[in-house]
């Protein structure tokens, strides 16, 4: 079983390593992305991106990653459309979202990605919140759930796989998960009723996937990030709200979880994760794989769901599709220049 299918790695550099294209080879790693470390210009990006397609089979194509939201989470600069934060876009209504997440998704799948790590499903109801903030579409459930379907129909329209984020709300928190690990203590009706919404919505949507957040929330679970909950994302996100779609961890190199990438590689798995992220360190890329093997080689429950996550993995590469009709990146920078000057003036 090639437990180093359940792995999308980040690394460094702006070409793909060696190493890495041996593994996207030999179907040892689901798919890579990119960070701004690995972004010198736009023919570098594409270069990159194919250079990575080209390493696996045709027939399942490995996910090409980025978070590319707009405002202060954008890995691509100039010349690709400069989005403002959700917040700003959302503020001028569902259709104009939905036309930056096409026009978007366009530019993207011209580069070589397939995947875009949005929309933020995260609704903003703490100012104090140092992590989300202006990323969120809005202060409310139902704005936030209408602007994030129109994300997903635009997206989908261009052509790109989505992933919501992250499950089950960041949003309330007063803490940055990459530094710590958060407390979100609202009780399970408010968590229903408000954050819950739009994660449900998108599923209505057809987002092809979530990601986990690296947060407890006691009336849930009284000790267990999200990420490592089977409460939280199995029972509820699985069995009670029926999401059929990937699941993503968030990155398992997050200060919010131990330094144990192994431990928490099974942990995410078990607890009913599908793909997990680990963005920098090829030596807890490695960690986690040996450590998927070995608890496999103990349990035959854990290989049964290595193999319900590596289905739903495979389902999601299966839908990506070459467009042979996309326009070329300068072209398709060029043809959306009026709507590059709108969202200037906002």
């Known amino acids: 079983m090639n ?15 060696r190493d890495l294209e041996k593994s996207l080879r030999e179907g040892n790693r689901a798919g890579i992305i990119l960070f701004r470390r690995n972004v010198v210009d736009m023919d570098q990006v594409h270069a990159l991106c194919h250079a990575t397609l080209a390493a696996a089979t045709t027939d ?4 090409v990653s ?24 959302g503020e001028r209504g569902p259709s104009l979202v939905e036309r930056v997440a096409e026009a978007q998704a366009r530019e993207l799948r011209a580069l070589g990605f397939n995947l875009n790590f949005a929309p933020v499903l995260d609704i903003h109801t703490n100012e104090a919140n140092p992590i989300i903030g202006d990323r ?12 994030a379907a129109a994300y997903i ?7 790109l796989l989505t992933c919501g984020k992250h499950f089950p709300g960041h949003g309330d928190t007063s803490q940055d998960s990459h530094l710590v690990l958060p407390i979100q203590d609202n009780p399970a009706e408010v968590l229903r009723g408000r954050e819950f919404v739009p994660f449900q919505r998108a599923i ?8 986990s957040a690296h947060v407890v929330y006691p009336r849930l679970d009284p000790a267990t990030p999200a990420t490592l909950s089977k409460t939280i994302v199995t029972d509820i996100l699985r069995e009670e709200m ?26 995410s798995i078990a607890a009913g994760c599908d793909l997990l992220l680990i963005c920098a360190t090829e030596a807890r890329q490695m960690a986690a794989e040996e450590a998927l093997r070995r608890e496999c080689e103990k349990s035959a429950a854990f290989r ?26 300068p072209e398709l920078v060029s043809a959306h220049g009026a709507l590059a000057a709108e969202l200037a003036a906002l």
């Open 60 to 63: 399942l194509p490995p996910i």
């Open 153 to 159: 129909r635009g997206a989908h329209a261009g052509g």
């Open 204 to 211: 209505a949507a057809g987002v092809d996937a979530f990601m």
């Open 136 to 147: 969120a579409y809005g202060t409310t459930a139902e704005d936030v759930a209408l602007r």
């Open 66 to 89: 980025v978070d590319q939201e707009g405002g202060r989470v954008a890995r691509l600069h100039s010349p690709c459309l400069k989005v403002p934060p959700a917040r700003k876009v």
């Open 3 to 17: 437990v180093g299918a359940l792995l999308v790695v980040g690394f460094d550099g702006t070409s793909l390593p």
């Open 304 to 329: 049964a769901r290595v193999e319900e996550a590596l289905m739903r993995a495979t389902a999601m590469r299966r839908k990506v599709r070459p467009m042979p009709t996309l326009p070329s990146f």
């Open 242 to 267: 029926n999401f059929e779609g990937v699941l993503f961890s968030d990155d398992l190199e997050m200060k919010a979880l131990s330094e144990d990438t192994g431990e928490n590689a099974v942990l």
